[in-house]
């Protein structure tokens, strides 16, 4: 099961892709990581998916990621008395504390602590960005506001507040039992939404307690004036476009693309570029040449993952929808222009001898032109540096643990097999060329480079570099 690209590619499961079968073909189209979506996914729903998604891992022996995105924060205007109100442009409009149905002058807030931390110009958008009015006077009870872009509003449609730093965390009450259930079922990665600051990251990775990896969708502009902290904090990052769009002027958003992948390049940590990747796909069995271009442009840009949202979740195309991805990527990374633009973004190592050994590692294999680079990964720290370096060599990463494995299946060109630690040096060696012949990627004569931490075993220890040559054998168990 070896992909023919280094851009993994990850896919929603919804309605239309929930069955043993479809997960299955998905996986063979090109999915590396499986997202539920527990905005819309019941708990016993999500073990089923789960069971699957597992399922299809052993019988092909390939580690497959899981991603729990959480729900976040939901803010919504109450009810009208029809059900919904026209909201006229330069007309004034007013959110309160009222409970009873609302006109086309009012609605109901529910939402008190919106009007302890509005002030006077901020936006309020609404339905998705769709409607756009500008606070003018705030009150304990009520928000009045001038309608800069009219339109119909209908009941408990969405709020979003892009000037607004709201003093909640990221999780609600549902998004720590959905934390709690998930974790315990064993997926890799848990996604926390609508993130506005570093604490908001603590306490998912407290509440994760190592039990999976904490990845931060950036929606609101209040997370891209702390990014650095952000990222620093979290294990991986989620370029969400879609809400990142409503509440950011969405001639930033491209700009806002690059700065956040290249940061966490940077660090070494896995960013996923997500929303609206081939949309027209839902209904269509081919995208828009836009789309292709935008997909492109993030394999380019050296994205660890591409994904799908409602294209695999709800489409009536999503094997071809997995199949495009994947040919995209294909094609792009076998483009003459890629090796230079993504060497162009490398970065210096950090002063340890980890970094320096995964730089080294990289440049010996430029040098030499081998066939692949073996890194042994405990932890999955080394094999997060080899990533990091992005070689166009193939990188194998090799790990005793089934948790680290899926977790690496994420990440930008890994391999992962999964197999026990090395006993020496020399059984280093010939478990790696045995295991990079045996997965299709060295011949007997080429030359591989290994890394590892000695002692063996031991988490964040990459310490070793060895050339070998790939001699002749025959298959063995791992």
């Not at 000695?454 to 790939?470: D, E, K, M, Q």
Request: hydrophobic share 40%; net charge negative.
């Amino acid at each position: 099961m070896r992909r023919e690209r280094k851009v993994k590619i990850v896919a929603t499961l919804g309605p239309k892709t929930a069955s043993q079968e479809m997960i299955e073909r998905l996986f063979l189209a090109g999915v590396d990581c499986f997202r539920i979506n527990f905005s819309h996914t019941p708990h016993d729903d999500a073990a089923l998916l789960h069971g699957r998604i597992r399922e299809v891992e052993g019988r092909h022996c390939r580690p497959i990621s899981i991603l729990a995105d959480l729900q976040g924060p939901k803010l919504r205007v109450g009810e009208f008395e029809e059900g919904a109100a026209d909201l006229e442009e330069g007309a004034a409009f007013r959110f309160d504390t009222d409970k009873t149905a609302g006109t086309r002058d009012r609605i109901h807030l529910p939402h008190p602590y919106i009007f302890k931390s509005i002030k006077p110009g901020h936006a309020i958008l609404l339905d998705d960005g769709k409607l756009r009015l500008v606070t003018e006077e705030v009150t304990a009870e009520v928000i009045t506001t001038r309608v800069v872009v009219g339109g119909k509003l209908n009941d408990r449609k969405g709020v979003s507040l892009p000037d607004t730093e709201l003093p909640i965390g990221a999780m609600t009450e549902k998004d720590r039992r959905d934390l709690e259930f998930a974790a315990n079922l064993g997926v890799d990665w848990i996604a926390l939404s609508f993130v506005q600051r570093p604490d908001d990251v603590a306490e998912g990775r407290k509440l994760a307690a190592g039990r999976a990896a904490v990845m931060v969708k950036v929606e609101k502009p209040q997370a891209i004036e702390r990014l650095e902290e952000i990222i620093e904090a979290s294990d991986g990052l989620m370029v969400a476009r879609g809400d990142l769009g409503v509440e950011a002027p969405v001639e930033t958003v491209p700009g806002l693309q690059k700065r956040m992948t290249r940061m966490c390049r940077r660090a070494g940590k896995p960013v996923v570029v997500a929303t609206q990747m081939l949309e027209s796909m839902i209904s269509a069995p081919v995208p828009t040449r836009a789309e292709v271009s935008d997909v492109a442009t993030a394999v380019f840009e050296g994205a660890d993952a591409v994904m799908l949202s409602a294209e695999s979740a709800v489409g009536e195309y999503p094997e071809e929808a997995v199949g495009m991805m994947d040919r995209i990527a294909k094609e792009v990374e076998t483009d003459p222009l890629y090796p230079n633009i993504i060497y162009a973004q490398r970065t210096e190592p950090e002063a340890t001898t980890p970094d320096a050994i995964s730089a080294a590692a990289q440049l010996t294999a430029d040098t030499l032109n081998v066939a692949a680079i073996v890194s042994y990964t405990s932890s999955g720290s080394t094999g997060m540096r080899a990533a990091r370096e992005r070689p166009i060599q193939p990188v194998i990463a090799l790990t005793p643990r089934p948790e680290t494995g899926r977790r690496l299946a994420l990440v930008w060109g890994l391999h992962c097999v999964l197999t026990p630690d090395a006993e020496d040096e020399t059984d280093m060696v010939k478990r790696a060329c045995r295991i990079a012949f045996q997965e299709g990627f060295a011949r007997p004569g080429d030359r591989i480079v290994v890394t590892a931490g000695v002692p063996f075993g031991t988490p964040g220890a990459t310490n070793l570099l060895r050339i070998a040559f790939v001699g002749s054998m025959e298959p063995q168990d791992n």
